[in-house]
């Protein structure tokens, strides 16, 4: 089942902060953060597990509510080169497979 | 050490022509992945192989599209044939897979078709 990501998209300024969320109706045992720049391949950022450690990329990080099957990515100061569409996907190994919600696009400006 | 290698780029055919993409994934990653992402959207699976077995190909139309992965290692998806509503971006992926943790999935620059 797609989870579900939240805002669709935001627009920032740069060294302002968002929080972009991921929601799921099944039991979460890993999520996994995407990034997307225009007409480039998906880029990994972090994978967050259950009952593991939540990995940072840069000023980025996540949480993960496994009662609440949920998690939420934190942009803090955010630069331009943080634009771009930032997909959550679920699921993905012993899970079976890696599905990936709809994006939210991220647009810093200057 | 090289990426995931997709052919080709970009594509333009005619409906109801036949079109084929090749994905060579990272060496020793066992996990490959063909994602569809259509403007604006997220990548939607296809198919997933673990070595060279489909373990889930539950996504793919198989009256038009087909897939393999020969000796666990290259893959290559095809439609025949083509529709206008396949134009999109067909992503290859591969992954190492750790005791059923889910590893990073590695993509390749995608493979743009248009169907005209």
């Known amino acids: 089942q797609q989870p579900v990501q939240s805002p669709q998209a935001v627009i920032l300024r740069e060294g302002e902060d968002a929080v972009i969320n991921c929601s799921s109706s099944k039991a979460l045992y890993s999520v996994h953060w995407y990034r997307q720049k225009h007409g480039e391949a998906p880029v990994f950022l972090m994978i967050?597990?259950?009952?593991?450690e939540q990995k940072g990329h840069e000023k980025i990080s996540a949480s993960f509510n496994e009662k609440k099957q949920q998690s939420s990515l934190y942009l803090t100061a955010s630069q331009l080169s943080y634009s771009g569409t930032y997909f959550c996907g679920t699921g993905g190994g012993s899970q079976g497979n890696l599905i990936f919600g709809k994006g939210t696009k991220l647009s810093v400006k200057p | 050490e090289a990426g995931v290698v997709q052919s080709p780029r970009y594509k333009i055919i005619e409906k109801k022509q036949p079109v084929a993409f090749w994905c060579n994934p990272i060496?020793?990653?066992?996990?490959l992945y063909w994602y569809l992402q259509n403007l604006g959207q997220g990548p939607e699976l296809l198919i997933r192989?673990?070595?060279?077995?489909?373990?889930?190909d539950s996504q793919l139309p198989k009256d038009r599209f087909s897939a393999e992965r020969l000796k666990g290692v290259d893959s290559t998806l095809k439609i025949q044939p083509a529709e206008l509503g396949d134009s999109a971006v067909y992503l290859c992926?591969?992954?190492?897979?750790?005791?059923?943790?889910?590893?990073?999935?590695?993509f390749g620059e995608g493979s743009r078709l248009t169907v005209l």
């Open positions: 060496s020793g990653h066992n996990t």
């Open positions: 192989y673990e070595n060279e077995e489909a373990v889930d």
């Open positions: 992926a591969s992954s190492s897979w750790d005791f059923g943790k889910a590893g990073e999935l590695f």
């Open positions: 967050l597990l259950k009952g593991g």
